[in-house]
């Protein structure tokens, strides 16, 4: 389905202006959206370091969530990802290479992100990341928290659905009683 226009934003302020700035650089499409995945790098280009509310987050989460918006990478997707960069076919990259990519190359970690993915990927006796076994770390566990979405929109469908019977109902009994 075509995502219609939406009327062009005129800032309010200052501040206004600078985030709508910092958003066209990401709105490729000039329609005013941009992919999920670059608002953090939005924020980061702001320098905004400050909190968001759960209230502003928990709606705009569930609406991601439920249109799929943020679907993890396939264990293929990941081996592919890290075969291109090991041209060598070694099966491991080696920590500088990693730390290269994963620190200056696309959307940037932080030194914080990439410590903390470091203590799974790091292989502790060879000082590489095995890859093969990195991604096997990452989808032990996946968190599938888009059957869950699924079935909180399906519920939410279905209540939509019955909504209209209820008013056909309750409208035929006052229609009834007079």
Same mark, same amino acid.
């Given at each position: 389905?075509?995502?219609?226009?939406?009327?062009k934003?005129?800032?309010?302020?200052?501040?206004?202006?600078?985030?709508?700035?910092?958003?066209?650089?990401f709105?490729?499409?000039?329609?005013q959206v941009v992919?999920?995945r670059? =608002?953090?790098?939005?924020?980061?280009?702001?320098?905004?370091s400050?909190? =968001?509310?759960?209230?502003?987050? !928990?709606?705009?989460?569930?609406?991601?969530?439920?249109?799929?918006?943020?679907?993890?990478?396939?264990?293929?997707?990941?081996?592919?990802a890290?075969?291109?960069?090991?041209?060598e076919?070694r099966?491991?990259?080696?920590?500088?290479r990693?730390?290269?990519?994963m620190?200056?190359?696309?959307?940037?970690?932080?030194?914080?992100?990439?410590d903390?993915?470091m203590?799974?990927?790091?292989?502790? =006796?060879?000082?590489?990341?095995?890859?093969?076994y990195?991604i096997n770390?990452?989808l032990v566990a996946?968190?599938d928290?888009?059957?869950t979405?699924?079935? =909180?929109e399906?519920?939410?469908k279905?209540?939509?659905?019955?909504?209209?019977?209820?008013?056909?109902?309750?409208?035929? !009994?006052r229609?009834?009683r007079?």
């Amino acid at each position: 389905m075509a995502r219609k226009e939406e009327p062009k934003i005129q800032p309010n302020n200052e501040l206004e202006k600078k985030i709508i700035e910092a958003f066209e650089v990401f709105d490729h499409s000039g329609k005013q959206v941009v992919d999920v995945r670059e =608002v953090g790098t939005i924020l980061r280009s702001l320098e905004a370091s400050g909190n =968001v509310p759960l209230q502003n987050f !928990l709606p705009y989460m569930c609406k991601v969530m439920t249109e799929h918006r943020l679907c993890p990478a396939t264990a293929e997707v990941l081996l592919a990802a890290f075969r291109y960069f090991d041209k060598e076919g070694r099966g491991y990259i080696t920590k500088e290479r990693f730390a290269t990519l994963m620190l200056e190359e696309g959307e940037p970690f932080t030194e914080e992100e990439f410590d903390e993915m470091m203590q799974t990927a790091l292989d502790p =006796v060879t000082d590489t990341i095995t890859y093969e076994y990195y991604i096997n770390q990452l989808l032990v566990a996946p968190m599938d928290v888009y059957k869950t979405a699924d079935a =909180v929109e399906e519920e939410r469908k279905k209540r939509e659905a019955a909504a209209p019977r209820r008013r056909r109902a309750s409208s035929l !009994l006052r229609a009834a009683r007079n």
